[in-house]
T-cell receptor
């Protein structure tokens, strides 16, 4: 299957700082990427849909000013958690839509564990 | 209508046994049903997926059974191995690779 990478795999930051997480599709171009949040032993919660060259679409209840998403190229989307607080600590996972030929599905990155002190 | 229900919440199976996880949905517009496997601390990995024009799809030890009239689909893992121990998520979408709705997950433990 297609490969999606995330960087960093884990990050610890102080409250009030901003953290940027990168998501890359390594062997395919992704016009659409997705950002999910996952709490321990829970399912994936979609935060936003990122489309290359346009503004992201945020799910209800997700603060767009707090979770800044940029999809500047067909292989890279970034999520910036601004002014992070301990309640933002979570596992953030991106996925990329592989849409070509007979394929149309999402491939997930390995996730980023964010801990805000 | 956007919800996908999944059962059981947890499952314990002996090595060599069959693991069965069930999902149900309400939205008849859903047209794509993937299953993902997730190990602790890792991202979900696509296992197998099905579209509603077929009733069954098999890939190795993994089989999806799909019942369109009942709006249910299930994952069968044959000859379950300890390495299969993970959390499994079903999902559904009404635009193939877009707008996934995930089930709550099933934690599978395969005993050696």
């Amino acid at each position: 299957g297609a490969v999606v990478s995330q960087h960093p795999s884990w990050v610890i930051c102080k409250s009030g700082t901003s953290v940027k997480i990168e998501c890359r599709s390594l062997d395919f171009q992704a016009t659409t990427m997705f950002w999910y949040r996952q709490f321990p032993k829970q399912s994936l919660m979609l935060m936003a849909t990122s489309n290359e060259g346009s503004k992201a679409t945020y799910e209800q209840g997700v603060e767009k000013d707090k979770f800044l998403i940029n999809h500047a190229s067909l292989t890279l989307s970034t999520l910036t958690v601004t002014s992070a607080h301990p309640e933002d600590s979570s596992f953030y996972i991106c996925s990329a839509r592989d849409w070509g030929g007979s394929t149309d599905t999402q491939y997930f990155g390995p996730g980023t564990r964010l801990t805000v002190l | 209508q956007q919800q996908v229900k999944q059962s059981p919440q947890s499952l314990i199976v002996q090595k060599g046994g069959i693991s069965i996880i069930n999902c149900a949905y309400e939205n008849t517009a859903f047209d794509y049903f993937p299953w993902y496997q997730q190990f602790p601390g890792k991202g979900p990995a696509l296992l197998i997926a099905i579209r509603p024009d077929v009733s069954e799809k098999k890939e190795g030890r993994f089989t999806i059974s799909f019942n369109k009239s009942a709006k249910q689909f299930s994952l069968h893992i044959m000859d379950s191995q300890p390495g299969d121990s993970a959390t499994y998520f079903c999902a559904a979408s009404h635009n193939y690779g877009q707008n996934f709705v995930f089930g709550p997950g099933t934690r599978l433990s395969v005993l050696p």
